[in-house]
């Protein structure tokens, strides 16, 4: 089993759709979770970071988490074609004694104009 | 703030050879941590240097290796290139704790021929 499991896409909305983007992780004691989004050629982009079981909101963007389940997500309302890229999901290892990130392979969303 | 600089941005080197890459962080962050990515494998964890030690590092051949200076400022050095060492090479950025937010630099965009 990958240690940080996210569907591949492509996920394709339409502008102003709602898009939801999953991933899933084995590490019970991870502590610390992130959202990165790349463009194509271009570095990640930290757009949320979440610590604690429930939601996170920031502006069009909402992280969720659940420990249990260990499952978190990433929502992103009024989706608009410039949100077209590839999405990571990161997970600190070993309960963030250090800073290694564990990431999945990412979900490539595409929003239809 | 000036965010995380690398450089070269691009390398050709030849089989054999060996490259240094350098990072500079953002001011005040005296973590560095180097990823790997490619199309193959996604990001994948190098090391971590914290304070001018290394903190942490991932599956790689000791061909890999870096060092960080008094200044934060870190470099990865690559010995007897391999095809296979084709990559984009992250540097990220972060504060003290753990746990916290990664920052990516532009990449160091390395080809072997």
């Known amino acids: 089993q990958k240690e940080v499991e996210q569907n591949s896409g492509p996920l394709s909305v339409p502008e102003g759709a709602i898009a939801s983007l999953n991933c899933t992780y084995s590490d019970r004691v991870s502590q610390s979770f992130f959202w990165y989004r790349q463009y194509s050629g271009k570095s990640p982009e930290l757009i949320m970071s979440?610590?604690?079981?429930g939601d996170k909101e920031d502006g069009r963007f909402t992280a969720q988490l659940n420990k249990a389940s260990q499952y978190v997500s990433l929502l992103i309302r009024d989706s608009q074609p410039s949100d077209s890229a590839t999405y990571l999901c990161?997970?600190?290892?070993?309960?963030?004694?250090?800073?290694?990130?564990?990431f999945g392979t990412g979900t490539l969303l595409a929003v239809q104009p | 703030k000036a965010g995380v600089t690398q450089t070269p941005r691009y390398l050709i080197k030849t089989r054999g050879q060996q490259v240094t890459l350098s990072c500079s962080p953002i001011s005040g962050h005296r973590s560095v941590s180097w990823y790997q990515q490619t199309p193959g494998q996604g990001l994948q964890f190098l090391f971590e240097y914290f304070s001018e030690t290394q903190r942490n590092k991932g599956n790689f051949p000791g061909r890999f290796s870096g060092r960080q200076f008094s200044n934060s400022r870190s470099e990865m050095n690559v010995s007897t290139l391999e095809l296979g060492d084709s990559a984009l090479y992250l540097c990220a950025s972060s504060g003290d704790r753990g746990y916290s937010e990664q920052y990516f630099g532009p990449g160091t965009r390395l080809t072997v021929t």
């Open positions: 979440i610590y604690s079981n």
């Open positions: 990161a997970v600190n290892e070993k309960g963030g004694a250090t800073n290694k990130l564990i």
